[in-house]
């Protein structure tokens, strides 16, 4: 597949947001386009190329983004059990977390791509709707947290918002590697 354009996602529900909650669509809107336009007018088989010394591809990173938003989002609505007890996973649930980060046989750009937009659909939903971005909820065991420390569904947001822009920041250097395409300048 050649010519896969990305779009930019907008919902009626992002356009519907005022204040604080329009520029949390806003600036969630523009990093998923900024990685999602890395991945213009490549085929498949050029989304699953590594170009650097990482592990990391344009559709591995978009396939991870994907995940965390969709269980970022889960833990807004369901808390911590919704993500699981990391401290507790083996070395075969890292191994499929692992394939977060990797195009794996039969998947395409358009499919991690649709996959990404219904997640973005969701989150975008849930940030006009959400009756209270100050609500929180404790965040799962992992080793990377603090025991007993809560977040805001603002700060889950907030969160989303870095991760997203820091892989797209990984995503254009790989695609700089790969064909000498940048995403600005």
């Not at 401290?87 to 692992?98: G, H, L, N, Q, V």
């Not at 420390?149 to 870095?162: G, N, Q």
Request: glycine share 8%.
């Amino acid at each position: 597949m050649t010519g896969t354009e990305p779009t930019t996602h907008t919902s009626a529900h992002t356009s519907a947001s005022t204040g604080e909650r329009a520029d949390l669509s806003a600036m969630l809107a523009k990093q998923r386009h900024m990685l999602r336009f890395t991945t213009r007018d490549l085929t498949d088989e050029q989304v699953g190329l590594r170009t650097t010394a990482s592990e990391l591809c344009l559709g591995g990173l978009i396939k991870h983004v994907t995940a965390v938003e969709r269980n970022w989002v889960d833990f807004i609505l369901d808390g911590p059990s919704s993500m699981g007890d990391f401290t507790a996973m083996t070395e075969a649930d890292w191994a499929r977390r692992a394939d977060e980060f990797r195009m794996l046989p039969g998947e395409t750009l358009a499919g991690v791509l649709d996959g990404y937009a219904e997640v973005a659909r969701r989150t975008d939903e849930l940030v006009a709707t959400l009756p209270d971005l100050d609500a929180t909820q404790p965040l799962p065991k992992a080793p990377w947290f603090e025991s007993d420390e809560r977040w805001s569904a603002r700060r889950v947001l907030m969160h989303v918002i870095s991760e997203t822009a820091q892989h797209s920041g990984h995503a254009d250097i790989i695609r700089e590697c790969l064909d000498g395409a940048k995403s600005m300048g």
